[in-house]
């Protein structure tokens, strides 16, 4: 642990401790904080946190969408907050908010790319576990990796998904009933105090529920994901009443932000933070209080103080919001300033800041497009009456709240994040490319609400496309060019799709001029060099690289690994060597990788003779097989170098091994029957290399052809010619 966290918590529990002990001494016939007594007598904390779950498709609050039963029965059992908020739209500064009881200014986390909660913060998790909780969550999805940071104070934090073949993402998450298993399991073997963080990503797009709610919900898979969660979360609190935890229990449910489903022109959440995103369930369950619902406006931050309380902890004095105890009882609570923002625009696109607060049922939402809302008349946020006030104001009191809400080192929780991180994010539909300068001052033009229909627009010319609308597709995405030059996503799109037309050489040139409209952005760049390698255009990557500097390259192996290919492809061994080696240096568990720079250090090796590099050569081979034993082309090389080694039996059985996992691989075949005619089997040889006649002859070009006829002939004949460092390339 940090020693700057040691020093918050010395803070924290000085007070306590000094307290006990006065009590102790002096007044034993009291106790100030009761529930800090025997381990029976604290309640076991219970958070359950459901993705993109918007309020008003509960039935407890009202909706005509669905029934949800199970967690209506929480309502039944507890104090249902019709109005409270997110302070953020997007599912890791969420959880952060809910988990330090502080909003992004004071945490630093605003996105979920390229942000980490950091070590010195204190979570609630530690808060709890310094007063001896054993403590477990169990995630949903990736955003919410252990690596971003909330697994501080978890005794368990079980992140782990079920994946899918290589390099294919999407498996990074995992489906409610997964999740309730694994929190039941850990459950059933725990002894009070505990507390228990369950995480379901399910609401989450794409939508795509189980069945029955597959087809039951066929026009509408959102709600089918709403009504499997309800389903799921019924076995679990079965569980809890079976074993009469709801006793001694505290229980708070909420949604981490909500889900747009189209309004305000936003297809899901992270963009805008109107009501549809920012309005979430919460729920609170305590022995001791009765059934209410509490209209008074409150927000995540309220969480942690509000568990405090009830437990009879002192309260860190960090916390930014309130304890809701009072409203628990059927009192009011102050009234202050809740904070929201949705950066997730500006951090990864560019586009301009969109911050803004609640007070007194008015909604203030600072942008180049400002909007000021009446939520007490206009709760769905359909008269903007900012132009009818002046404003002043209310951006006086959103730089107030700010300035009283940062920490000085909340710029800190910024970092860049590994490939992995990016690919997996990516697959989620969170990732873009974040600019390398950023810029500050923003006009009307920058809003997100501005920029997002072309984004739109952007989007549906894939599923125009997928649709058979191939043309209209094309057109969307050429007519967005010509009105929005520094749109990246467009130029990526169109690129895409004259790809699925075998129109290569189109998608190159189309990411040439996004490049140039959109120099900073690193995804078009990356787009652009990728392209240029499935066109063989080897020596114009090598060229494009040339003095280009993004701040992404410092932790994407993938660029130095498209680098390293092009250098090799242009058989310029050595350099390819060292990106390879760099993006290693960023990526060490890649089989890949570890592939690539054998085959380079093999080549290397037989151009210059070079028995060294070849032993090289062999331990990357090696190091690939062992990261990855089900990956063919590793062990192709493992029997390439073998064989030059002279170790034939080592290397026939790679080359088999290889084929065994993948039998179209004709350079293993054709090199296992080189390989047997090096160890003197003819038969083998002669067998091995028919074959590779029989399934590869055709497309062969003459001299091959004439190579091949030769070899066989050899076999035949009964001949042999002693081994010798020589090019084992593929004759295909």
């Known amino acids: 642990m940090s020693r700057e966290k040691n020093k918050k918590k010395l803070v924290i529990f000085t007070t306590t401790i000094l307290t006990y002990v006065l009590i102790l001494f002096f007044v034993s016939a009291c106790q100030a904080y009761p529930s800090m007594g025997t381990d029976k007598e604290k309640l076991n904390v219970l958070l359950i946190t459901i993705d993109t779950l918007r309020a008003d498709w509960l039935s407890c ?53 390229n942000f980490v909660v950091r070590e010195e913060f204190l979570t609630l998790a530690e808060y709890l576990k310094e007063h001896d909780y054993s403590n477990g969550a169990f995630i949903g999805a990736y955003p919410l990796h252990a690596k971003f940071g909330l697994n501080q104070g978890f005794d368990t934090y079980d992140d782990e998904m079920d994946r899918l073949p290589f390099q294919d993402f999407m498996s990074e998450e995992r489906r409610g009933e997964v999740v309730i298993d694994r929190a039941l399991s850990w459950l059933k073997k725990r002894n009070s105090p505990w507390f228990l963080w369950i995480h379901c990503w399910d609401p989450h797009d794409p939508y795509e ?122 009192k009011k609570v102050p009234q202050r300033p809740i904070y929201f923002e949705s950066l997730h625009p500006y951090y990864s696109k560019g586009w301009a800041p969109l911050r803004g607060f609640i007070f007194n049922k008015e909604k203030y939402t600072s942008s180049p497009i400002p909007e000021l809302y009446d939520l007490g008349a206009d709760f769905d946020e359909k008269s ?95 007519k967005i060019i010509t009105e929005r030059k520094d749109l990246a996503v467009t130029y990526i799109n169109l690129a895409d799709l004259y790809k699925k037309e075998k129109r290569l050489r189109d998608a190159v040139e189309v990411l040439k001029i996004g490049h140039e409209n959109v120099p900073s952005n690193y995804f078009v760049f990356f787009s652009l060099l990728n392209s240029l390698q499935e066109a063989g255009q080897y020596n114009n990557i090598i060229q494009a690289f040339h003095g280009k500097s993004y701040l992404q390259m410092e932790s994407d192996p993938a660029i130095w690994n498209l680098l390293g290919n092009a250098y090799y492809k242009t058989s310029n061994f050595e350099k390819a060597i060292d990106q390879y080696k760099m993006a290693l240096s960023l990526d ?70 290889a084929l065994d996992l993948d039998d179209k691989l004709d350079e293993a075949l054709y090199v296992l029957g080189l390989t047997y005619l090096d160890k003197g089997d003819k038969d083998k040889a002669l067998s091995t290399l028919t074959l590779y006649k029989q399934k590869y002859y055709d497309s062969l070009p003459d001299d091959q052809k004439q190579k091949l006829d030769d070899l066989i002939r050899r076999c035949k004949l009964n001949k042999n010619e002693p081994n010798s460092m020589q090019s084992l390339k593929p004759i295909s």
């Open 209 to 330: 529920p189980p069945e029955p709610y597959l087809t039951q919900y066929k026009e509408h898979p959102y709600t089918g994901e709403v009504a499997y969660v309800d389903f799921v979360l019924g076995r679990f609190f079965a569980y809890l009443e079976e074993n009469n935890l709801f006793e001694d229990t505290l229980v708070i449910f909420t949604g981490d932000h909500g889900e747009s489903l189209g309004q305000h022109g936003e297809k899901t959440h992270g963009f805008l933070a109107y009501n549809t995103t920012i309005w979430i369930p919460l729920i609170i369950i305590s022995p001791g209080f009765e059934k209410r619902r509490v209209e008074h406006y409150v927000s995540h931050i309220d969480i942690f103080p509000t568990v405090c309380d009830i437990l009879n902890f002192k309260k860190p004095s960090f916390l930014q919001g309130i304890s809701l105890v009072p409203a628990l009882k059927g």
């Open 588 to 657: 060490a568990e890649s089989q890949l990788l570890f592939a690539n720079l054998g085959e380079a250090q093999f080549s290397l090796a037989v151009k210059k003779k070079d028995k060294t590099m070849l032993q090289k050569a062999l331990q990357s081979f090696q190091t690939a097989v062992k990261l990855d034993p089900d990956y063919a082309l590793s062990h192709v090389g493992l029997g390439k170098a073998f064989r030059l080694l002279g170790r034939f039996d080592y290397a026939i059985a790679s080359f088999r091994k």
């Open 61 to 113: 609050y009202g909706s005509e969408h669905l029934d949800t039963p199970n967690i209506d029965s929480l309502s039944e059992r507890g104090v249902l907050f019709s109005r409270a908020f997110a302070n953020t739209s997007t599912t890791l500064p969420s959880h952060a908010n809910i988990l330090l009881g502080t909003t992004p200014p004071y945490h630093g986390v605003h996105d979920n790319i």
């Open 384 to 478: 903007n009456l900012a132009a009818k006030r002046k404003l002043g104001r209310f951006e006086k009191r959103l730089e107030k709240i700010m300035s009283d809400y940062i920490f000085p080192e909340s710029e800190r929780a910024e970092e860049r994040l590994d490939k992995e991180s990016l690919e997996k994010l990516r697959s989620l539909g969170y990732i873009s490319s974040s600019p390398d300068t950023r810029k500050e001052n923003f006009t009307r033009d920058d809003d997100v609400k501005m920029l997002l229909p072309y984004y739109n627009q952007a989007m549906e010319a894939l599923e125009q496309y997928g649709q058979g609308n191939k043309k209209q597709g094309f057109e969307t995405l050429k």
